[in-house]
């Protein structure tokens, strides 16, 4: 089992910034690859962005209103934690933020093994 704790969440205006932390107990964290996923009030979960075990390989959400460029993710598997760190925040992402563990598909939420229980971001105009 992986236990996973999201923190840094919270309330900033438009334009600002916040860094998730997802800090990882369990099993080995190196080994698992590692996503963020969002899901606002009436959407569907979605991809946000994920990091092979390794950290050499990274993926980005494409989808209209990117966060490529805006979000960075990056992972410490000496402290095992992954972070997001979230540049120019616009008020669509207000969302609850989601760390996930474990999924042989980075950018699918239904491989994911592990979930943590959430963060909320708000983002104010």
């Known amino acids: 089992q992986v236990q996973l704790v999201e923190s840094g969440g919270g309330l900033v205006q438009a334009g600002g910034s916040l860094t998730l932390s997802c800090a990882a107990s369990g099993r080995t964290f190196s080994n698992y690859n590692m996503g963020w996923f969002r899901q606002a009030p009436g959407k569907e979960r979605e991809f946000v962005a994920a990091v092979r075990w390794s950290g050499v390989r990274i993926y980005y959400a494409d989808y209209t209103d990117a966060v490529k460029g805006r979000f960075t993710i990056s992972r410490d598997n000496a402290k095992n934690t992954v972070y997001l760190q979230m540049n120019s925040l616009k008020p669509e992402d207000t969302a609850v933020y989601y760390c996930?563990?474990?999924?042989?598909?980075?950018?699918?939420?239904?491989?994911?093994?592990?979930w943590g229980q959430g963060t909320q971001v708000t983002v104010s105009s």
């Open positions: 996930a563990a474990d999924s042989p598909l980075p950018k699918v939420a239904s491989g994911y093994h592990y």
